[in-house]
């Protein structure tokens, strides 16, 4: 991983355009979504490209947002899909049974026995909490474990593992 991915924590994306006048839709992953605005300016993934936000108002699933510099329909469709990241130490430090998504994805998942589940490929929420999707060591179709202190009671960040006791018959 990259030094800059270490220091910079995705805190939202943009969804496509709003309107005709430059405006985004913006899906924040902030735990309060309108605290994204406190992170401004935001970068891309390479810490590249700055990009000061307002936010306009609240809609489904997100804000009507303004970049500077955005003013048209075809210049705020041109960014759909790029996430926007934070540096670390502008973000808030979090209680102990939080994690920042950056920080999970990478880690060695054992089970409670020791043996090696596979690592977390991403983090997914549909909207019922969060699923650590993690690819098998071995290979095949990757799990979706439900990310609960039930299914997931360890969390180990400085030995990069976690510790997960999937219910009866998820693997």
Do not use: W
């Not at 994805?105 to 026995?113: M, N, Q, S, Y």
């Amino acid at each position: 991983m990259s030094h800059s991915g270490d220091d910079l924590i995705c805190v939202g994306a943009i969804a496509g355009a709003y309107g005709v006048h430059g405006e985004v839709r913006l899906k924040s992953f902030c735990a309060r979504p309108e605290d994204i605005i406190n992170y401004t300016p935001l970068t891309d993934e390479t810490g590249g490209r700055t990009f000061s936000l307002t936010l306009s108002r609240a809609m489904k699933n997100g804000f009507v947002a303004r970049l500077e510099g955005i003013n048209s329909k075809e210049a705020a469709d041109a960014l759909r899909g790029i996430r926007l990241f934070a540096p670390r130490s502008s973000l808030p430090n979090l209680p102990d049974d939080e994690f920042y998504h950056a920080d999970l994805i990478g880690l060695t998942v054992l089970d409670t026995g020791g043996t090696v589940l596979g690592r977390v490929h991403a983090v997914q929420n549909h909207g019922a909490g969060d699923l650590l999707e993690i690819t098998p060591g071995a290979g095949g179709n990757t799990i979706l474990l439900p990310f609960t202190r039930a299914v997931v009671p360890t969390v180990d960040l400085a030995a990069g593992r976690i510790i997960a006791d999937p219910p009866e018959g998820a693997l």
